[in-house]
């Protein structure tokens, strides 16, 4: 699924037989929808799971947690964000005969982890790699050269087949596979002396939704708004 504020994917992934379910990098504005179609579908989900910290949008994991009993908010033990479950590198999200490894893919965030499918087919990014580029580096702690040996090393391992499911897109991909990143990212193809001068030299403009997100972060915490959205994902 798709918002087009912040340009986030959000994924919706189930066991048929199960009907267990896990959603991963939920939008709070997007939420009901998600909740909708769940319901629809006949799903029961299990988790709602953050790649990390978005400061372009405010997650909408708190929001699912009401609007669906038995759901649990999850997020990496790193991003400094209060939720039902925190993971750690080489941990395992289960839904019916399918899990999710979480690899640690810290340099956007400290707490970025990508999330793998167990028989490696398919993997969700976040923000650490996008369709021919990454997430930037020059805020909420980030570092150009860890992020360069995180997905060299996390993602990059990968089958070459696997395909690469980023958090966000503003060019209009939704799919890439691990070898087309491998070979064709004009950032990650670099050396890590020249992505790292790379990446200090973007510039970038502040996210779009930062300003409702500061007051949050001092807190330590990922989401806003109401109720229990707080200080939990």
């Known amino acids: 699924m798709f918002e087009p504020v912040s340009c986030t994917y959000t994924y919706l992934l189930g066991d048929r037989e199960s009907r267990e ?85 810290p340099g956007h965030t400290p707490g970025c982890v990508t999330f793998v499918l167990n028989d490696q087919s398919m993997a969700f990014t976040g923000d650490a790699l996008l369709i021919r580029g990454c997430g930037r580096t020059d805020f909420q702690q980030g570092c150009a050269k860890t992020l360069y040996h995180s997905v060299h090393e996390k993602i990059f391992t990968l089958p070459g087949d696997c395909l690469v499911y980023p958090a966000h897109d503003y060019h209009g991909f939704t799919v890439s596979t691990v070898e087309e990143e491998r070979t064709l990212n004009p950032r990650l193809t670099l050396s890590c002396e020249e992505f790292v001068k790379l990446m200090d030299n ?15 972060w001092t807190s330590g915490s990922e989401g806003g708004g109401a109720g229990d959205l707080g200080s939990w994902v």
């Open 21 to 105: 379910a896990v959603l991963i990098d939920p939008v709070l504005e997007t939420a009901s929808r998600d909740a909708q179609l769940i319901k629809e579908l006949g799903l029961r989900l299990l988790y709602a799971v953050n790649t990390h910290c978005h400061a372009d949008h405010i997650t909408g994991s708190g929001l699912l947690r009401s609007l669906i009993p038995g759901c649990q908010s999850v997020i990496s033990r790193l991003s400094g964000a209060q939720a039902d479950l925190h993971i750690e590198d080489g941990d395992s999200i289960r839904f019916g005969r399918f899990a999710l490894e979480t690899r640690a893919s």
């Open 202 to 216: 973007l510039n970038l403009p502040k996210p779009q939704q930062i300003g409702e997100l500061l007051g949050t």
